[in-house]
């Protein structure tokens, strides 16, 4: 359980942002694009120099080494990229402790992928097995908070289903604060949640 | 077998062979005769005042004359390294890391090939001093530019890869470390290619040049090793500190990746 919060952070476009998740909230962020959605998780992430603080259950980002700090807060950007020549390499060699989600291989089950995706060639996957696995490889690390940009951008019905259900139970399981930057208003409707939108630089709820 | 004096005469015979391969590359529209001919006067203005110098401090042994001739030929150096990389670091830094790192290896190499080594009396005499500080900058400033310039390519090309690194946890240095191997590797396959087929296709430079001006050629193979081990040594060194140094210029104390710190060279 560990709530984010997040203390005049100031993304390079959007005005200082005060925001609370707490412990197991789902916050939706929409608005159009180039209006700063994922310089807002780069940010929160710690990728691009800017002002602010972010709290994770009460540690400050400051007083954390940015590895760490990543490893905790998990960042899904909208384009997956990958390193190694096969899946397997991405992932950490430890994934095997079994949480009641079932572990690594629980989430590529959940996500519709046999064991044997860790042996494939990442240059054979398609756009969305990469944006699946991706969110597989983020989740083996254990995060204490989830940035996801645009997760099920590029999938069909199918998959997006999936995706949003293994989000959903990591949430619930772990008591984990998510930030989900969408631009499908079905889905902001379907799965709840806090919703926020930017308008002129500005952070704002939505009715 | 004596030294054979080359007369004015003689150089304007070879000089005309560049001219010929100029009306080549004009008659082929090659589109480098301009260069060709740029580089070749420059070349003679360039050796021809160097050897001009060179006779001047060579007759008095002054170690502050020494030692700015020195700081002359890291300068050109550092600033030629410079201009061989298509993405440099912005600010002083573009110049920095590349003349330091060539300071730091062809200095240190240069100390103690000429009190150790070849154990020169006084070490700063300039007749040993310049020409082999001379060798030792021209390859370490190849090694450091190959090196810095395709560290900071690959970085700027990867930078999806770098970040996502990072993002599962890595440090800074976890994150660049194949992008860093490989710019080492670069910088130094010339010299190690140079080493391993010195004298089968080709005899080295210095070692042509000692045996037209007469010296046994044993003795010219000898001392072509000593400048090509201190060469090695000195262009490794260079590249390693250039990459170290590069590469942590790349990330910021909260280790994030700063491609906003480097500059096309075309802008």
């Known amino acids: ?207 | 077998m004596g030294l054979i004096l080359l007369s004015p005469f003689d150089l304007a015979l070879a000089s005309g062979l560049v001219l010929l391969l100029a009306l080549m590359s004009w008659r082929l529209h090659l589109g480098v005769e301009r260069r060709v001919l740029i580089a070749a006067a420059r070349s003679t203005v360039q050796l021809m005042l160097v050897g001009l110098v060179l006779k001047a401090l060579f007759a008095q042994t002054h170690p502050a004359l020494v030692a700015l001739m020195a700081f002359v030929m890291l300068a050109a150096a550092g600033f030629e390294a410079m201009q061989r990389q298509k993405r440099r670091f912005c600010g002083p830094w573009g110049y920095g890391v590349g003349s330091f790192s060539m300071f730091v290896s062809s200095f240190s190499v240069l100390l103690l090939a000429l009190t150790v080594i070849i154990r020169v009396e006084p070490w700063y005499q300039p007749q040993y001093l310049i020409p082999l500080l001379g060798m030792l900058l021209g390859n370490a400033m190849s090694g450091v530019a190959i090196s810095l310039d395709s560290l900071t390519r690959s970085a700027w090309d990867s930078r999806g890869r770098i970040e996502a690194r990072l993002l599962t946890g890595a440090t800074w240095e976890q994150a660049i470390e194949d992008i860093r191997r490989d710019a080492l590797r670069s910088g130094l396959i010339p010299i190690v290619n140079a080493m391993s087929t010195a004298g089968l296709v080709s005899l080295p430079g210095m070692m042509t040049g000692q045996i037209l001006a007469g010296s046994p050629p044993m003795e010219a193979a000898k001392y072509q090793l000593l400048i090509m081990f201190l060469i090695s040594a000195g262009t490794g060194l260079g590249a390693v500190v250039a990459v170290w140094i590069g590469s942590r210029r790349l990330f910021d104390e909260r280790e994030r990746l700063r491609l906003d710190r480097l500059r096309d060279k075309a802008l």
Request: proline fraction near 6%.
């Open chain 1, 1 to 207: 359980m560990a709530g984010l919060r997040l203390d005049g952070l100031r993304a390079r476009v959007l005005a200082p942002v005060d925001l609370d998740v707490r412990a197991g909230e789902l916050v939706f962020v929409s608005g159009p694009s180039g209006s700063g959605k994922s310089l807002l998780l780069r940010a929160v992430a710690d990728l691009d120099p800017h002002e602010g603080e972010v709290w994770l259950d009460g540690e400050a980002r400051s007083a954390m080494s940015p590895s760490r700090w990543r490893r905790r807060v998990g960042l899904l950007p909208a384009e997956s990229f990958w390193w190694a020549d096969s899946v397997g390499e991405h992932l950490p060699a430890n994934g095997e402790d079994k949480g009641p989600d079932g572990g690594l291989s629980g989430v590529l089950g959940a996500l519709g992928f046999e064991p044997a995706v860790l042996a494939w060639a990442v240059s054979r996957l398609s756009t969305g097995e990469r944006q699946r696995l991706a969110l597989a490889r983020m989740l083996a690390q254990r995060p204490q908070a989830l940035l996801l940009d645009e997760a099920t951008a590029n999938l069909d019905p199918a998959n997006r289903e999936r995706v949003e259900s293994v989000v959903q139970t990591y949430r619930a399981e772990h008591d984990t604060a998510v930030i989900w930057v969408s631009h499908d208003p079905e889905q902001r409707e379907r799965l709840g949640g806090r919703q926020l939108g930017i308008r002129d630089g500005h952070l704002e709820p939505i009715n």
